[in-house]
């Protein structure tokens, strides 16, 4: 249970959120102490000053940043303040990075019930704990109603990276093993089914989490040349484009591509393809072909990487392409979709 | 019973294919009439496992593809009425017409809506009273049923401004087309399978009657579509013309009797023109005079003026099966999913889009 907030003066309560809450006045004061710093207090958003200081590193860092724009803003398996969480840190974690703080940039929508903006404060709170990292600056604008789609949140995340730790695309030598940590496509069919109300006996849910314990487990082995999360435009976008940056070529196997059965009946029934479906909290590593079997190994022991399993090679021939060998043993290259996938209308 | 994977076993796959090998000596063109076949038949790779003397050419069943150039038009002027809210399904709004399209005439101000469903345009109709919400109907027997169900949905709510602009059509009037062009010589038809659930096998008789052409009605996975492939190939070999049904868990003879009595009730067959095709004689489907107060072409006066095909597309060819998509000069030259130059590059259901997508195969480079 969420404790109830209450802004405002004790005679007015306001459950809403107002274009005043984003003047830099009284109720913007209110918004800041009562909400964002109850859930995600830590000593350097405490100080309140214009720009967060932080200790010194002594490593290379790691910078990035995402905006978050997401209808339903709940879903199964999350809401768009663990997404906006988890998909910072999962960049950041992408590049070898320890995440260690994120910056969060909030534009409400006048008319935002007050107590949903609670329970994505508290769920980034939640997410941030458990990836370990601090939320350190923060802002807030209002808009008026109309103008934006009730919550948009943009992170920006920053890491240290260890010194051993050189991941790049230009490692990626032929004979290298290709590896997804788990399913493919559970995020976008979770959130299109919803968005769309279609139900389906096995209920769907967003896989959104943060993968940086995942990473850090897996790179204690020496053979990870480069990882991706294959968030928008899927395992096929992603594969195509570190083919591209690695100039070799890659050949993916779809009998051994882990998808689940109900996303692959909605895929089906929709005619999408869930190699091209959105990923939150998945990753592909290219990883040595010697040390490929004790990676998996790894990923398996570790919560978020169960159904990790080996989908393809790195070659030599059709260089910057990406072969997939149909089930029935057939190979077409796949290419990448110009634009979002759409429901067949037939 | 998952209902895909069974669908998908490469052994039972390669043993069709073994199957169709032996038994097709002669030279065989077979069209695969729906867009979603073209799509799966490139997939899965079948194309490459067929045997030589088999060829498989694509056919119309692509709603958006043959939508005409001059009912877009109309479409897009639609939506360039004030007040107009404009829903469609999504694939609809890339499609080039004579003057832009309906995503250029969104981004100069146009209320635009993706919807997945007409019942998603009700929805909005009912949200927003004061505006007349207008759902573009493209589809074939497929889609029909649902637009009538939201017109009656419509009318039992009382709105007033809910309106269906309906370019449906018909595919047995189109396969009829095809086939008295004669334009392109098939030896069968592999028989759309979604459009079949619903109308049932009965309306594809005259094709063994009128035509002597045999035709299997397929699904969408891979065995379906070898199992048509293979009843077809029979059919030939043994010198036999009927409809099969290798679609026999979703397709009954007598059709959706459910969806055919909505779609009956609310719309009456006219002629209609298909993009590549003209003008077919009773292919296409409008409100009856009962619905006409739903009927966007006679509550909203647009002039749209015929308009010729953009210099060199073979959108035409490819839907009447005459031309391969690789054979169109424009493909992967000036015609890409990116600047689309005709709608069957658009369409996630066009041929050329599969082409496209799917078609290339491995080569050093």
Redesign the interface.
């Known amino acids: 249970m969420l404790p109830i907030i209450s802004l405002g003066t004790n005679l007015v309560k306001i459950e809403q959120i107002q274009l005043a809450h984003g003047s830099g006045g009284r109720l913007s004061h209110e918004l800041i102490n009562g909400l964002f710093r109850r859930y995600l207090s830590n000593p350097y958003l405490d100080e309140l000053w214009d720009a967060a200081v932080l200790p010194e590193q002594g490593a290379r860092l790691a910078l990035t940043t995402d905006s978050y724009v997401i209808q339903p803003i709940f879903f199964a398996g999350g809401d768009i303040g663990k997404l906006a969480v988890c998909g910072t840190v999962n960049d950041l974690s992408m590049v070898g990075a320890h995440p260690l703080y994120l910056t969060a940039g909030y534009i409400l929508e006048e008319g935002l019930p007050l107590p949903d903006l609670e329970k994505i404060v508290a769920s980034m709170a939640e997410t941030a704990n458990r990836a370990g990292v601090n939320v350190v600056a923060g802002d807030t604008k209002v808009v008026g109603r109309g103008n934006a789609d009730k919550i948009f949140i943009n992170t920006a995340g920053m890491g240290w990276i260890s010194k051993d730790v050189n991941l790049s695309p230009r490692n990626v030598r032929p004979g290298d093993k290709i590896v997804v940590s788990g399913s493919m496509g559970d995020h976008g069919m979770a959130i299109l089914c919803q968005r769309?109300g279609l139900e389906f006996d096995t209920p769907l849910a967003s896989d959104c989490a943060p993968l940086n314990g995942l990473v850090q487990a897996i790179l204690t082995h020496p053979g990870i040349r480069v990882m991706r999360d294959p968030t928008r435009g899927g395992l096929a976008t992603a594969l195509i484009e570190l083919a591209q940056s690695s100039s070799l070529?890659f050949e993916i196997q779809e009998?051994s591509v882990p998808v689940h059965?109900g996303v692959?009946?909605a895929c089906?029934l929709l005619?999408l393809?869930p190699f091209y479906v959105a990923n939150e909290g998945k990753l592909i590593a290219i990883v040595s072909s010697s040390e490929a079997e004790s990676v998996l190994a790894t990923m398996r022991r570790h919560p978020l990487g169960l159904e990790a399993t080996m989908i393809g090679d790195v070659i030599e021939?059709?260089?910057?392409?990406v072969?997939l060998k149909?089930?029935?043993?057939?190979?077409?290259?796949m290419?990448m979709?110009?634009?979002?996938?759409?429901?067949?209308?037939? | 019973m998952k209902w895909i994977d069974e669908f998908r076993n490469p052994h039972l796959a390669q043993a069709l294919l073994t199957q169709i090998r032996e038994r097709a000596g002669q030279p065989i063109r077979l069209m695969e009439f729906c867009g979603g076949h073209t799509h799966a038949i490139l997939r899965f790779g079948i194309r490459e496992l067929l045997p030589s003397a088999l060829e498989m050419a694509s056919g119309p069943g692509c709603p958006v593809c043959v939508t005409s150039s001059t009912d877009l038009d109309r479409a897009i002027a639609m939506a360039r009425i004030p007040k107009v809210i404009l829903t469609t399904f999504g694939d609809m709004a890339r499609v080039p017409g004579n003057d832009g399209s309906l995503q250029s005439a969104r981004a100069e101000g146009a209320d635009v809506r993706i919807v997945y469903s007409p019942r998603d345009a009700v929805r909005v109709a009912q949200k927003t009273p004061t505006r007349p919400v207008i759902f573009l109907g493209v589809g074939f027997e497929t889609t029909a049923p649902g637009v009538a169900a939201s017109i009656l949905e419509a009318q039992e709510q009382h709105l007033d401004n809910y309106f269906v602009y309906s370019l449906h059509k018909l595919t047995p009037p189109a396969m009829r087309a095809i086939l008295a062009a004669a334009e392109v010589k098939l030896s069968g038809i592999l028989g759309p399978g979604h459009v079949t659930t619903v109308i049932g096998t009965e309306p594809w008789k005259f094709l063994s009657d009128q035509y002597h052409i045999p035709i299997a009605v397929a699904g969408f996975e891979p065995l379906d579509i070898l199992r048509a492939v293979s009843m077809l190939v029979d059919q030939i070999h043994q010198n036999q013309v009927r409809v099969d049904n290798a679609y026999s868990r979703s397709v009954h003879a007598e059709g959706n009797t459910t969806a055919l009595t909505i779609m009956n009730r609310v719309f009456e067959v006219c002629d209609a023109e298909w993009r590549g095709m003209g003008m077919i004689p009773q292919s296409g489907m409008t409100p009856r005079n009962e619905y006409a107060a739903f009927d966007a072409s006679k509550t909203f006066e647009t002039t749209a003026t015929p308009v010729s095909e953009p210099s060199g597309c073979r959108c035409g060819e490819v839907l009447r099966g005459i031309f391969l998509p690789t054979q169109c000069p424009l493909f992967r030259r000036t015609c890409n999913p990116e600047n689309p130059v005709g709608p069957c590059m658009v369409s996630a259901e066009g041929a050329c889009a599969a082409y496209y997508q799917f078609g290339d195969q491995p080569c050093e480079d």
């Open positions: 769309e070529g009998a059965e692959r009946g089906e005619g393809d021939a059709h260089p910057r392409k072969g149909t089930l029935l043993g057939v190979t077409r290259i290419d979709l110009s634009a979002e996938q759409l429901p067949r209308i037939c």
